[in-house]
């Protein structure tokens, strides 16, 4: 069992940068590749970012691919996104989850599920 747990969220001018955080509790976090998602209102959630468990592969959406880092530290059980030149159309709940696998990665299943933390982006 995985627990995951958003944090950083916030409001930020177009142009600016967050980073969030998600936190991951159990002693087999390490062995899950890790994805983010988001949700923006009206609209179905999409995929962000992914990472494996090493760190060692990763592959974002063509959308944030130059602006965004998805990173890990496996001593802290914590992933991170760090996020630059946001846009407005950035503005969404972003979700970390994590995956078995990285096949289930590449297939797009997670496991397990995060609550989410609220981005939005002001024009």
């Known amino acids: 069992q995985v627990q995951l747990v958003e944090s950083g969220g916030g409001l930020v001018q177009a142009g600016g940068s967050l980073r969030l955080s998600c936190a991951g509790s159990?002693?087999?976090?390490?062995?899950?590749?890790m994805g983010w998602f988001r949700q923006a209102p009206g609209k179905e959630r999409e995929f962000v970012a992914a990472?494996?468990?090493?760190?060692?592969?990763?592959y974002y959406a063509d959308s944030v691919k130059g602006r965004f880092t998805i990173s890990r530290d496996n001593t802290k059980n914590a992933v991170y996104l760090q996020m630059n030149s946001l846009k407005p159309e950035d503005t969404a709940v972003y979700y970390c989850?994590?995956?078995?696998?990285?096949?289930?990665?590449?297939?797009?299943?997670?496991?397990?599920w995060g609550q989410g933390t609220q981005v939005t982006v002001s024009s």
């Open positions: 159990g002693r087999t976090f390490s062995g899950y590749s």
């Open positions: 989850a994590a995956a078995a696998s990285w096949t289930r990665v590449v297939g797009g299943s997670y496991d397990y």
């Open positions: 990472i494996s468990w090493s760190g060692r592969s990763t």
